[in-house]
């Protein structure tokens, strides 16, 4: 009977040890818990699938929580309401021609379409807006949403609970290392090997779909300089520490195609010690102007970021300020810092005066009053001769003392590249063809932005891209 019992304790332990090492199994599998996972996952869960969501880092959110969190999407009332002409044929013009025509015109006008609906969605689900409308840092048009709360927390928020209310499994430090598709460079997806913190390895399996939504590779020195020699380790960056790229090369393991790789953009807003986009005194371009260290300006302020980055470039020390005065304060700015706050820690300098400013910065003063009363005369006039800033830039002075000063280097802030995807958001291999089982959102994918992305329509891909992943993913 001892025996007996022994044999039956042996084979019930032996059966537990089997079930815990399998494989894992769910309907949909998520790579990354930033904006675009999370929103994806959220779609999915919401139509009934189980769902889990992959996170490597200790934290959910990546670039996405970091951001601005800003948003382009063509909203006639509230446009209308400021004298806005908007369509999203034109959000389609800017973001194409602004990315120089190198983007799929299908995965953009996917995009522009998509917009306004995947604003709603998430004011639906408690995402909270100012009313006006504003343009973001190289978005072309006034047609940003900036969110109440501070940075991208708010997307965060609203999918990480309606993820949680639907039901969405999240594991975080747990990093995938490679998808399983049947064959190498064949079949179906049907999951990932992915290690935890503890160094275990697991195998996740997906009855329905994998949606690959690990972000850029702006954080990763290596993988950006074999697409960009010049963006060596000195270059600074606004990205997580997590944007490094390995999604786009496992995928590309089992067969995925990518485009557009050499496109990386830089900020022309970089803290000159963090490289990331905080501590600015004023957040619009309405609100400001730029000038070198000679007090001069020397760009459009409203242009492309490329075209902005290239005129920073191209002055001395490759450096600039933000000049805006007490009209033009943001407080809180878009990433939640007061102005006491960036005051105290030197991030930005005030001047009662354009001379007492120009004096904190090392700037020429007459160049500088110079500058700020030529430029006042072009806004009273309505038409910048000297930098063609658009008109619907050009409607504040910059008069009302005190006066802010916030100095910015240019920083590697976004891949344009990444993997070819379909509009349904399937991944498509080299030969072109749809690879079954695998879907992709967000940075991690190419062909939406082109050679340049339109600043506030990264949060409109996740958005857009994100819920077109999961939705099919889950069928
Ligand atoms: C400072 C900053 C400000 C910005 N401001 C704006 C803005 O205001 N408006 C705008 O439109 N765009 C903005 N952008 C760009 C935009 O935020 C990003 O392009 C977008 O949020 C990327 O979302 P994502 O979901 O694709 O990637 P992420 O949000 O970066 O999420 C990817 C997640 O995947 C995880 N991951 C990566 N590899 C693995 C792996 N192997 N296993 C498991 N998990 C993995 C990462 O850790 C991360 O959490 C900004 C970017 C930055 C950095």
Known sequence: ????????????????????????????????????????????????????????????????????????????????????????????????????????????????????????????????????????????????????????????????????KAGVEIRKDTKVVSLLREEPLAGRVYGVKAVDKAGNELEIHARRGVVMASGGFGADVKLRMQHNPALGPDTPTTNHPGATGEGIIMSQDIGAAVTGMDFIQLHPHGDPKLGDLTGRASDFVQKYIYVNIEGKRFVNEAERRDVQVAGIMAQPETRMFIINDKNGVSDPNIFGDHLDDLLAADRVQQGDTLAELAEKIGVPAAALEATVARYNELVKQGKDVDFGRPENTLQQTIETPPFYATPRVPTVHHTMGGLVINKEAQVIDRRGEVIPGLFAAGEVTGGIHGTNRLGGNAITDINVFGWIAGTNAAK
């Not at 699938?49 to 880092?57: A, P």
């Not at 639906?124 to 709360?149: F, M, N, Q, S």
Request: with cysteine.
């Open 1 to 164: 009977m001892k025996k007996l019992l022994l044999v039956a304790c042996l084979i019930v332990c032996l059966f537990h040890t089997c079930a815990a090492a399998g494989p894992l199994e769910y309907d949909v599998v998520v790579v990354g818990g930033g904006g675009a996972g999370l929103v994806a996952a959220t779609a999915a869960a919401e139509q009934g699938s189980s769902v889990i969501v992959l996170e490597k880092m200790s934290y959910l959110g990546g670039n996405t929580i970091r951001s601005g969190g800003v948003i382009n999407a063509v909203d006639p009332e509230p446009q209308k309401a400021q004298g806005i002409e908007d369509s999203t044929d034109l959000h389609f013009k800017h973001t194409y021609e602004g990315g120089d025509n190198k983007a799929n015109p299908e995965l953009v006008r996917t995009l522009v379409e998509g917009a306004l609906p995947a604003l709603q969605r998430a004011l639906d689900r408690g995402l909270k807006i100012y009313p006006e409308i504003t343009t973001a840092t190289g978005a072309l048009w006034p047609r940003t949403h900036r969110l109440v709360e501070p940075a991208g927390t708010g997307w965060i928020r609203v999918y990480s609970e309606s993820a949680a």
